[in-house]
């Protein structure tokens, strides 16, 4: 008498093996078959994106041929100087950024980006309108906060995981320059993002993420070629290209704070979403940098801040370096290959 229960058991297997196939072949990362890969061009909010949308209208060799709307974000497709770019906004603070950032990737195939945006001045040498394009970004907002001793105020309580952790961020800095001199703002105690990607076995503490440094190089050029960039009022700005941002989810505005994040992160500017971009693209292997102008000095003004009116002046003064960046980028992009 046949085994029919075994032929029952067989046919399930070929169907659900079949099965499973299709569905490895439908699941994970897309892939596109392009051999000339965009660049984003990425703003957080209004302002930024109104100067760069501003400056292509103004532009013969830019152009926009569609828009796109995925998930209440839109994307602008077209051409700078023929070559393909997108462009959009990643909403504002880290949450947005990182959401946005990691949809475009999954969506457009995208080689680059380049974010533009306003930030808060640290170093004191920046007033509104000056430019900072970062080599590395750090979040300054990853942290324990803790309650103090009983005995002594200004001691505190700290976790074990987090006293064995600090004591390898301290030992690192020994032998890179580059990681923060952690210490403490009151009960904040500054942590690091957790990450994993492609190929790590477990995730790993990173201190900050590093822009590309192609990008960087062919950011210096940019600045040379486009000559002195100047406020509506024609004060030429300052402009400086290295050095380290800072990101959190928060609008600073504390005097106190801003000195602590220059001792500790030695950072230029702060603002809420360039460390996110970083991290996706770190973790997908896309080239990126960010350009930030100065709209505030957050906190280190005397009185109100003034981020409200300066944030349009800012965005305009930094797309002016952007595009100058574009047009290194074409440059490379049109040099004959090997």
Not at 55 to 74: M, N, P
Request: negative net charge.
């Amino acid at each position: 008498m046949p085994n029919y229960f075994s032929y029952f058991v067989f046919g399930m297997c070929i169907t659900l093996s079949s099965s499973m196939t299709a569905k490895e072949d439908t699941y994970g990362p897309r892939t596109f078959a392009v051999d000339n890969k965009w660049t984003a061009i990425v703003a957080a909010y209004a302002p930024e994106i109104k100067a760069i949308n501003q400056a292509f209208s103004q532009l013969a060799e830019a152009k926009i041929e569609q828009t796109l709307t995925y998930k209440g974000v839109t994307y602008q497709l077209g051409t700078y100087k023929d070559e393909p770019v997108v462009i959009f906004t990643t909403g504002v603070s880290v949450p947005n950024a990182a959401m946005t950032m990691q949809m475009a990737l999954d969506y457009f195939p995208i080689e680059r980006v380049v974010m533009m945006g306003i930030a808060g001045a640290v170093n004191p040498i920046f007033q509104p309108g000056d430019i900072s394009v970062p080599e590395r970004w750090y979040f300054h907002d990853e942290s324990v906060y803790v309650n103090p001793k009983a005995d002594a105020l200004d001691e505190y309580l700290m976790p074990d995981y987090y006293e064995q952790a600090l004591d390898a961020f301290l030992a690192r800095r020994k032998q890179d320059p580059h990681s923060p001199a952690y210490e403490n703002f009151g009960l904040i105690h500054p942590d690091e993002m957790s990450v994993i990607k492609q190929g790590w076995d477990t995730p790993r503490q990173m201190p900050y993420f590093s822009a590309t440094h192609e990008l960087i190089e062919l950011s210096k050029k940019a600045y040379k070629v486009v000559g002195p960039i100047k406020m509506p009022s024609g004060h030429e700005i300052t402009v400086k290209v290295g050095g380290n941002g800072v990101t959190g989810s928060v609008f600073l505005d504390n005097a106190d704070y801003r000195l602590w994040l220059k001792k500790v992160f030695d950072a230029q500017v702060t603002e809420m979403e360039s460390a996110a971009v970083a991290q996706v693209c770190f973790v997908n292997d896309v080239d990126w940098v960010v350009i930030r102008s100065v709209s505030d000095l957050a906190g280190g003004q005397h009185g109100k801040n003034k981020e409200d009116v300066f944030d349009g002046i800012a965005s305009g003064t930094g797309t002016k370096l952007l595009l100058g960046l574009l047009d290194e980028i074409v440059k490379i992009e049109k040099m004959p290959q090997n």
